[in-house]
């Protein structure tokens, strides 16, 4: 196995990083398939890359549901079968009646981490409305959670485990679509792509609102590549596809959506 700093030395995420090469070297010592916290995209990317460079190990993620952003990874070595229902998880569901007080993810996700929870030892939320939410954890903390989420805002809620067969994700939506642009920036393209003024799309961005590749971009004119992927929390996500040069020299990009 190659020495931990030359595994993470250029990451983003350096010391998350250095815990799964410890778990991975655990993997290969004791032959048994370890589990990382849930991971954010771009901790994901990093590590699964990283991972990629051991021959004695494999991985695979696995939050909840097909396209699930924070996830955990499962590590053995490879010659040890994995599948991604080995990977623990626990649904919960955090009801209250939110109709006159209204609660969005970062209500949410603030209440969870009020009661002492580190952010790694929770995966998605899924909003619903003035129904409460649905939240991913770490098994080993339902029975915390149960007991101690027990308010989120103004709201009283009763937080309890749940059967998978109950969890409320809708399928995403595909729209593939295309548009004609003068240049490549980030404001100009995404506000083709999700359907709002390049105004507004400058103000998210200014705001931090908006993620390429996972990772928050600032400025409006940041450029966009083929490949890329820009996310806005609650708009959903949208795929750069092939950009053509058109003969009055605009650029032709195909985009996908997923809501």
Known sequence: MPPKDDLTNAAANRDRLARISDQADQAIKTWETVFTDFLSPPEQIEAQAMLERLTDVHSVAWGGYPQAERQRLAIARTDIPLDPSQIPLSLLTIDGNFMFDPANHGDFLGALLSTGLERSKVGDIIVLGERGAQ?????ELA???????TQV????VKTQPLG?????????QKKDLTTVEASLRLDAIASAGFGMSRSKMADLISSGDVRVNWNPVSQPSHTLNSGDLVAIRGKGRLEIGDIAVTKKERYRINLTRYQ
Request: aromatic share 8%.
């Open 135 to 139: 939240a991913i954890a770490v098994p």
């Open 143 to 149: 029975d915390f959670l149960t007991q101690s989420l």
């Open 153 to 156: 805002r103004s709201v009283p």
């Open 164 to 172: 998978w067969e109950q969890l409320r994700v809708r399928p995403p």
